[in-house]
């Protein structure tokens, strides 16, 4: 069947065709219904006739390939494909609403706007990560929000998934993308790195927040390359009132070597959902780009202009976890809080781009009132801020690597829990504490965290604990309420 009988009306392996509601450059969508299939539907037709760009089959036949393997709800749900033998197509659900793009007349947006909006798209990318991919085509455009509020990531042309051969990486020598989101090392032919979408996040986190492009309107290959060496302006110098800790964000991502950037999706979803929490460093206070010493260093010593081997997504990921570990700061836990560190220690040994956590819960009443301040008349949220820090301080972690949370709820696990869910932590460290009476035969902090996590954990006891529970069917294990 040719493109030209592709109208209303007619219908193809089931499917209806709508109207057209959209012509792109590489390819047109049309609305669709089947009897089968309650959702809305948009099937998505290639532009093959001639005189079209070849990149645009090649990228459609990627698109082709990798939706079929995608899920989530950050992703179009995929429905039916069909081969260019008869007529290339692909159905995807029908997503309500319009993409980012329709925000661009708003620009820039209010500080805390953009963070939230972000932060949603770092959330959608850490998933599209988890499953293999880079999407390589971050822009307002590709990205739309559902009425529950999830990012929805579209058009998967560009993309690079780890286990498809990689159609475009071999047929063209070319970077195909959207030039002023383009990360530096794609000019260089590396398609496998998933820091490559952060960059292109950093663009438009700088663009909401300013008005203006980092890197310009430039779409020359020439003026392309110029990003391998030279930086953007900061921020603050386009907006003295630009907040230092959304500096620090969005030039960490902007940064030309991948290796200076955040190290996962999941990462930079951390800082922007936690502003007060971001570690400064010159980035947040500057007001000029880098010298020209600097600059041209960069342009005749380019250690990126090599590209990297072939990575694994999924290795790179692991190395950079986020993990939480739960400490007690109350009175007589000074053997449990050891043997926390010695586990956390032990792990981030082995992950040197990890972040850690320290979580502490602060229990409420259930009825009483609770004050801020204790016995002695200190801040009861301060002061466990310090013990955190006082805790971590022996393994000498670097600050852009460590966090204090001091979490305030009346059921210590479901907050450890709900922490852990929001902020996508990987790994939960948690002590167990034999506690006798009935809190025991109700049930432990710990094991309810075990249980319940949507990430792996690991349930630590002190010595003297595990010596008494050596030989038991099922120890009993137990945080103590003020964790």
Avoid at 236 to 251: M, N, S, T
Avoid at 281 to 298: C, F, Y
Avoid at 384 to 389: E, G, I, P, S
């Amino acid at each position: 069947m040719a493109n030209s009988l592709i109208r209303p009306g007619a219908v193809l392996d089931g499917f209806t065709i709508g109207e057209c509601v959209h012509h792109g450059g590489m390819a047109t969508l049309w609305s669709a219904t089947h009897p089968d299939i309650a959702a809305p539907l948009l099937m998505k037709i290639p532009r093959v006739a001639e005189g079209e760009d070849p990149a645009a089959i090649v990228s459609f036949e990627m698109e082709q390939m990798i939706l079929p393997r995608l899920k989530g709800p950050h992703v179009p749900a995929w429905f039916a494909t069909g081969d260019f033998g008869r007529q290339a197509y692909v159905v995807i659900e029908r997503i309500a609403g319009t993409t980012l793009y329709k925000r661009l007349p708003d620009l820039p947006l209010a500080y805390e706007a953009a963070r939230a909006i972000v932060g949603k798209i770092a959330t959608a990318l850490a998933d599209l990560h988890l499953q293999h991919v880079v999407h390589h085509d971050i822009k307002p455009s590709s990205i739309m929000f559902r009425d529950s509020g999830e990012a929805v990531l579209i058009d998967y042309g560009l993309s690079h998934h780890n286990h498809l051969p990689d159609l475009l990486q071999e047929e063209f020598r070319v970077p195909f993308g959207t030039a002023p989101y383009m990360a530096p090392e794609r000019l260089n032919g590396v398609r496998d790195d998933p820091r490559s979408d952060l960059f292109s996040l950093g663009v438009l986190l700088y663009f909401f927040t300013t008005g203006v492009r980092p890197f310009g309107e430039t779409e020359t290959l020439r003026g392309m390359r110029r990003r391998l060496w030279r930086d953007p302006h900061p921020p603050r110098w386009l907006k003295p009132d630009y907040p230092p800790w959304l500096q620090e964000i969005v030039l960490r991502c902007l940064e030309i070597e991948p290796s200076r950037r955040y190290p996962t999706a999941s990462q930079l979803g951390f800082d922007l959902g936690h502003p007060d929490q971001v570690r400064l460093t010159m980035r947040a206070e500057r007001l000029k780009r880098d010298p020209l010493t600097m600059v041209w260093h960069r342009r005749f010593n380019q250690g990126i202009a090599i590209p990297k081997p072939k990575s694994d997504i999924s290795a790179q990921l692991a190395s950079s976890p986020i993990i939480a570990v739960a400490i007690d700061t109350s009175e007589g836990s000074d053997d449990m809080n050891a043997a926390l560190r010695r586990a956390a220690e032990r792990i981030l040994a082995t992950l040197p781009s990890a972040r850690l956590a320290c979580v502490n819960v602060l229990k409420l009443g259930r009825i009483t009132i609770d004050r801020t301040l204790d016995e002695r008349g200190h801040n009861k949220h301060v002061d466990r801020l310090v013990a955190l820090k006082h805790w971590a301080s022996p393994l000498k972690l670097d600050e852009q690597r460590l966090t204090a949370h001091v979490l305030e709820a009346v059921d210590p696990a479901s907050a450890i829990l709900e922490f852990a869910g929001v902020n996508h932590v990987d790994h939960i460290i948690i002590g167990a504490r034999e506690h006798p009476g009935v809190l025991a035969r109700l049930g432990s902090v710990s094991s309810k965290v075990a249980s319940e996590a949507p990430c792996t954990v690991t349930v630590v006891r002190p010595p003297r604990l595990a010596a008494r529970g050596r030989g038991d069917v099922a120890p009993d294990r137990e945080m103590p309420s003020t964790f």
